[in-house]
């Protein structure tokens, strides 16, 4: 990044502020006791009506009156919640008329359908509910439409994801990121696609079915982190495209940029960053979500492509201005609340604070964790796995804060894991042992540490939104599904002896590239219950004794081993035993003691009070 371009480009913006312009922040059908107001911005509109079916769908019999800036109002006593409408634009240069749906939509009966009226009323019960902070998050990603049952022809709904939270719960997960759930086309989608981006997916049952599921999620003790799309729009079934009939280029129109700017990987459809309405629009969508829906935090996808084109990696200033300007007022408002960046391009400055320039986010998806990390693991011979990465993608942190980064080996985007490891045999033993071995690193190293759905049942399918996640693994992989669980309560500290993994501190201390073993230790403020080791072995072959360095004297008890056959009965119960560290420089560290530990296989051991001799 261009630091000096960039604040020349920053200081350009704010002379050009949203904050300056006249902006409405009453947008769309705003419900109230004597009926419905309509307020719509269509700046090259010479008229503009709203129709529906309080009207029987009259074209002019009930217009909008002009404000200023180009917004367009008008109160009627005759519309009631559940009726639908449609905006009737006429171009002030052509004449032409447009039929459009309302940009700020909170409901549509489909992407190709009308908006809806609805009341913004909803019984919430989570007055009680306190999120985790976010170094006590482990985030579990899901797709609502594959995630529970599919009813007939119809993907998963919000409400058969309600009804599933108690088998997160027994999982353990705390933190909830739903896929992007903002109205898209068509029945099936990853979300990426958002043709209404105020309105929740019509075919996961809409907003009332989305506010019941955060409100059971909150019941349930879990935070919810939805992912919302700013880089680009649709491409397909957006109303937004020449919204009030102008444009320049053929591009799309008011919402839009118009030139070189408006090109994506996903169509001519990036947001306007500049334009001081559409900037608003940006930021009343993230402000609803978090407001009316309770939404814990978002997850911004792509913000490489708000902030530059990919391309070239030509900067786009209004757009990292935009990030700033949200995020400043998230964490002013809700302090409480997460904004994570998907940039995936190892870049300090997204999660650093607004005033030294940064994006403000609040953490960001970390590249030099999960391809280091996959790539060792899934290396055909044990020669190949390089562990000086892996003690880098341990290590790596942004800005001194090890929080600022969530970290994960599988997600939408990526290959199973155990399928990557042997083709065809994702339920090997080979595959089950290397990819639990990717499992502990990510609930042990710090940072922020996610799953894919499916991962704890060892899904070897690649994601599809029209592939439903095979619940039966929950019986075939018992013991997997029971290791993650373990791992999740340790990495929570739900007993109270492995506090250090929600601490800031780590030392890689023993990297041993010749044999493929490693150890870290994990530690918040020390001591004993705080200070944590983690052994990883990443060959195939055991050892009765193994000397390792240790942070404190006195015995260390084995808090987890991926070799239990609590886990498979194939597995080999190797080692795994309690140890006694006595003075004697190791490592760097003061103590050692010996292990024994199994062919791909880890140990996390911590210290009870009674283990310590003063």
């Not at 009926?35 to 503009?48: D, E, H, I, L, T």
């Not at 250090?500 to 870290?520: E, M, P, R, S």
């Amino acid at each position: 990044m261009n630091i000096n371009r960039f604040f020349k480009g920053l200081k350009a913006m704010l002379l050009d502020s949203p904050r300056k312009a006249q902006i409405y922040s009453g947008m769309g059908a705003i419900v109230h006791s004597q009926g419905v107001a309509f307020r719509v911005w269509a700046p090259n509109a010479s008229k503009v009506y709203v129709m529906g079916s309080f009207n029987n769908w009259s074209e002019t019999a009930d217009p909008l009156d002009s404000e200023e800036n180009g917004y367009w109002y008008g109160d009627f006593k005759e519309v009631k919640v559940g009726d639908e409408y449609r905006y009737i634009i006429v171009n002030k240069d052509t004449d032409e008329t447009y039929k459009r749906k309302d940009p700020y939509s909170r409901e549509v009966t489909n992407s190709n359908g009308n908006s809806v009226v609805v009341s913004p009323d909803f019984s919430w019960a989570d007055d009680d509910f306190s999120p985790p902070n976010w170094n006590e998050l482990v985030i579990y990603e899901m797709h609502i439409g594959t995630f529970a049952e599919k009813s007939g022809d119809r993907p998963g709904t919000f409400s058969s994801a309600t009804r599933a939270l108690p088998y997160l719960q027994e999982l353990g997960i705390n933190a909830i990121e739903v896929m992007p759930s903002a109205e898209f086309a068509t029945d099936y989608s990853w979300g990426y696609n958002p043709s209404d981006i105020f309105a929740v997916e019509s075919a996961y049952g809409g907003i009332q079915a989305f506010k019941e599921f955060v409100n059971a999620a909150h019941q349930n003790g879990m935070t919810v982190i939805l992912d919302v799309v700013y880089n680009h729009f649709g491409p397909s079934d957006l109303d937004l495209w020449q919204f009030d009939g102008w444009s320049e280029n053929e591009g799309g129109g008011i919402y839009f940029y118009n030139d070189w700017r408006a090109k994506t990987a996903w169509g001519d459809t990036r947001p306007d960053y500049g334009r001081p309405e559409v900037r608003q629009f940006l930021r009343d969508n993230v402000l609803m979500w978090l407001t009316e829906y309770h939404i814990d935090g978002l997850r911004w996808d792509s913000t490489l492509n708000i902030r530059s084109m990919e391309e070239d990696g030509t900067e786009i200033p209004e757009g990292w201005s935009l990030m700033q300007w949200i995020n400043e007022e998230v964490k002013s408002r809700f302090p409480k609340k997460i904004n994570i960046a998907e940039d995936l391009r190892n870049h300090e400055w997204i999660t650093k604070e607004t005033g030294t320039g940064g994006a403000g986010f609040d953490a960001q998806w970390d590249p030099q964790f999960i391809y280091p990390v996959r790539s060792a693991i899934k290396a055909s011979d044990d020669h190949s796995r390089d562990l000086n990465a892996i003690r880098d993608a341990i290590d790596h942190q942004y800005n001194f804060d090890v929080f600022e980064r969530v970290i994960f080996l599988e997600a939408h985007d990526e290959p199973r894991l155990p399928e990557e490891i042997w083709p065809g045999n994702a339920d090997s033993w080979s595959a089950r042992k290397r990819s639990t071995l990717g499992a502990v690193l990510v609930l042990t190293s710090p940072g922020i540490p996610m799953i894919f759905q499916g991962q704890e049942l060892l899904e070897c399918n690649g994601f599809k939104d029209t592939d439903p996640l095979d619940m039966k693994g929950r019986e075939t992989f018992a013991g997997i599904f029971t290791l993650y669980r373990d791992l999740i309560s340790l990495r929570r500290n739900v007993e109270g002896y492995t506090c250090g993994l929600q601490g800031q501190n780590v030392n890689v201390h023993h990297v041993n590239n010749t044999d493929k073993l490693l150890a870290f230790h994990r530690w918040q403020t020390g001591g004993i219950k705080d200070d944590v080791v983690i052994v990883v072995n990443m060959a195939d072959r055991s050892y009765d004794s193994y000397n390792l360095g240790f942070p404190k004297a006195g015995g260390w008890r084995v808090r987890f081993n991926s070799d239990s056959q609590d886990y498979s009965s194939d597995f080999g119960n190797f080692g795994g035993h309690d140890m006694i560290a006595e003075e004697g420089e190791k490592d760097g560290l003061e103590y050692n003691g010996n292990i024994a530990i199994g062919p791909y296989s880890a140990l996390i051991l911590s210290q009870d009070p009674e283990d310590v001799n003063d």
